[in-house]
C-alpha cells in the first residue's frame, strides 16, 4: 500500500461531509484495541464467611476440627 493509495473509498452514492466523518470516527474506534475491564471486587454479602486460604488438613482430631468455628 503506498502512501497515496486511500485506506478506504466510497463504491457507490456522493456521501456528505458529515457522513464521511462519521464513517472515519466509527472506523478509528472500531480501530482502537479493546481496554480489559476493570476487576469487580467481590461484596461481602458474595465472599465465604471463611478465608479462602486455609485449606482443610488431614490428620487426629480433623473431622472434629472442621466444624468447630476459626
Not at 4 to 27: D, N, S, Y
Amino acid at each position: 500500500m503506498s502512501a497515496e493509495e486511500p485506506l478506504f473509498r466510497v463504491v457507490r452514492g456522493v456521501p456528505t461531509a458529515e457522513e464521511l466523518a462519521a464513517l472515519v470516527g466509527a472506523i478509528v474506534v472500531r480501530s482502537r484495541p479493546a481496554a480489559a475491564p476493570s476487576p469487580v471486587a467481590a461484596s461481602a454479602w458474595s465472599r465465604s464467611g471463611r478465608p479462602a486460604a486455609t485449606t482443610p488438613v488431614a490428620g487426629p482430631g480433623a473431622w472434629r476440627a472442621s466444624g468447630l468455628p476459626r
